[in-house]
């Protein structure tokens, strides 16, 4: 009995002690591995945050650009908005429709009953000359019948003493042999509108309005505007080239129109010459040469190509851009080339001046954007691309020789013809970030930053190596192989950017290395397995290939190559980094999108 007492008293005292002992592991652990994982998931997020960090600061810059262009332009569209609201007839939007409108139809009947006039919905297409008379019945709802199309001839004016209505018109058709047909505008501005479009003696431009006409000056590309502006060059280059605030500083108003009545008269514009008189200020000169300019009836790089030399200020590299307006200036017409020619070699001697007369490049762009180039119509996104005019013009004048003393080359014609958009490129950072594997706080470990060569930076299989899981593997595999890596594969970098070397750490083994019953992880010959895949990748590097650009392209960083279209690479090998190539251009070798480039 004694003996069995004492058996159950060690086995009691035995269990005492075991479940004291297992409290101090069993309930610690599930709170280590609580906070692992909450440590994980916020190195994890550190991590996502660090690699999204340029989108979100890139992010910032492009919202405020986006504040200040919108406080920028405010007053402007403030502006715009009062001159419809008094004026909305002369800003009617372009179609293409030249004019619509109400008229009143004059429709004959047979005898005795004499004729009637009938309202109805008309509206004119200038480029096929056909004239449609829409039926309009007010007790239907307003709804309008089959329209009735005529071809216009010609438009004339009735006159008052042949008929007792006023703003009538006669609209003569071919496709009716002898039909004439009266109509009846709502008011006299009306009429005149419809005489413009349709061609009519009588045009007053109200749709189609220049500064000229509000200004009551007649400009024109011909020799006398041509011996305007070199005139005018002239005595600026020669008296007034270093005065400060040049083209900025304005004339008084009645002095720059008597200057420019003179320039433009074709019996006195040979008499004046600007640069020997002092009786006309630099100031007076320089007014009257951009008044001139503004009173063309087109801007000197046209409406029609507004748009397209709009586009390249808008997006791409600085030298696509240069190559683009280059073609584009080689579009105009010869004599506004040529006006334009010399007005820009003007300004490139101006801006070299710039510590005397403060007119740098960029000034220039903002007193000459709006004079060489607008948009026919006055819109929100004319205002909007006020900017990107001064840009096209700053293009213009750092790049004068290239431009205009140079033919565009057909490879860069061709390319603008087609416009191709290139694909989305994947940064090294997106490829690096979707191949690695999961990371895994371990706040045990100790990173040693250690000095690293560029060719050790660029041999790192892997950004990301801080897993837990990945560091027990590489132990593991260390020692089951015999032969470590080279030093240099055990060099990871942080998200910092900083090197450490892996056999310079201990680890906390229970932390890491799994249980014998549990699969084994993806990741435990994730070292071994990269240097099967290094190896299969330098026997696919021994095949050299040569390939052509098919999109242009500008380097985001020291390593990569910066190229345009049809640029031909030579040595080009599959790289290390997923979606990308390496090659050589012009004597230097780096990293080339893989989606950019065809091989020959």
């Known amino acids: 009995m004694r003996h069995h007492f004492?058996?159950?008293?060690?086995?009691?005292v035995y269990k005492l002690?075991?479940?004291?002992?297992?409290?101090?592991f069993e309930c610690v652990e599930p709170m280590v591995?609580?906070?692992?994982?909450?440590f994980t998931f916020y190195h994890q997020g550190y991590e996502l945050a660090n690699d999204f960090n340029h989108y979100k600061t890139e992010l910032q810059i492009n919202i405020q650009n986006t504040r200040n262009r919108f406080e920028g332009t405010r007053s402007e569209v403030i502006e715009l908005k009062n001159k419809v609201k008094q004026n909305p007839q002369e800003h009617l939007q372009t179609s293409r429709l030249c004019n619509e409108g109400y008229l009143y139809v004059q429709e004959k009947r047979p005898p005795p009953f004499g004729s009637s006039w009938v309202k109805k919905y008309c509206t004119y297409m200038k480029e096929q000359k056909i004239f449609n008379m829409f039926s309009f019945?007010?007790?239907s709802g307003g709804k309008m019948g089959e329209p009735e199309s005529v071809i216009l001839k010609s438009c004339t004016k009735k006159p008052m003493d042949s008929i007792d209505r006023r703003f009538c018109l006669e609209i003569e058709v071919t496709d009716r042999q002898g039909l004439v047909i009266t109509v009846q505008a709502l008011s006299e501005e009306d009429r005149k509108q419809w005489?413009?479009?349709?061609?009519?003696?009588?045009s007053v431009s109200t749709l189609c309005r220049t500064y000229a006409k509000r200004e009551g000056i007649e400009a024109h590309l011909n020799e006398v505007g041509f011996s305007l502006v070199k005139n005018c060059i002239r005595a600026v280059e020669s008296r007034g080239i270093k005065d400060q605030g040049l083209y900025r500083v304005v004339g008084v108003s009645s002095r720059v129109q008597k200057l420019l009545n003179i320039l433009i008269d074709e019996k006195s514009y040979t008499e004046v010459d600007l640069s020997a008189s002092e009786d006309w200020e630099i100031k007076t000169v320089t007014s009257a040469l951009k008044q001139y300019l503004r009173s063309l009836p087109e801007p000197l790089m046209t409406y029609g190509l507004y748009k397209e030399f709009i586009v390249p200020a808008k997006c791409g590299t600085p030298e696509s851009r240069v190559h683009a307006i280059h073609y584009l200036v080689h579009k105009l017409l010869e004599e506004n080339r040529e006006m334009l020619d010399m007005l820009i070699r003007h300004l490139a001697k101006v801006s070299e001046n710039c510590k005397e007369n403060l007119m740098t490049v960029a000034n220039l762009g903002v007193v000459f954007g709006p004079t060489l180039m607008r948009s026919e119509e006055e819109t929100v996104a004319a205002i909007m691309d006020l900017k990107f005019q001064n840009i096209v013009v700053e293009i213009l004048i750092e790049n004068y020789e290239t431009i205009f003393k140079t033919v565009p080359n057909s490879s860069c014609t061709a390319a603008l013809s087609s416009s191709p958009s290139a694909p989305p490129r994947l940064s090294r950072r997106q490829s690096q970030r979707q191949n690695r594997p999961l990371a895994v706080y371990n706040p045990q470990m100790e990173l040693q930053p250690v000095e690293c060569p560029n060719s050790v930076r660029?041999?790192?299989l892997v950004d990301s190596t801080e897993s837990v899981s990945s560091h027990s593997s590489n132990a593991t595999t260390s020692s089951a192989s015999g032969s470590p890596p080279e030093k240099a594969k055990n060099r990871r970098r942080s998200s910092a950017g900083e090197f450490f070397d892996l056999d310079s750490h201990s680890f906390i083994s229970w932390l890491n290395i799994p249980s014998p019953t549990s699969p084994a992880s993806p990741n435990e010959n994730f070292l071994f397995m990269s240097t099967n895949v290094q190896d299969d990748k330098s026997s696919q590097r021994d095949v050299c290939r040569r390939a052509r650009a098919k999109f242009s392209c500008e380097a985001g960083h020291s390593s990569e190559l910066s190229f345009q279209v049809g640029a031909i690479f030579e040595d080009v090998v599959t790289?290390?980094?997923p979606g990308w190539l390496e090659g050589s251009l012009s004597g230097r070798r780096g990293l080339i999108p893989e989606n950019y480039v065809e091989f020959l």
């Open 458 to 460: 660029e041999d790192t």
């Open 137 to 139: 019945d007010p007790r």
């Open 6 to 12: 004492h058996e159950e008293s060690l086995e009691y």
């Open 33 to 38: 591995a609580f906070f692992q994982g909450v």
């Open 17 to 24: 002690q075991e479940i004291q002992e297992r409290k101090k």
């Open 195 to 202: 005489m413009e479009a349709m061609g009519g003696k009588e």
């Open 575 to 577: 790289s290390k980094e």
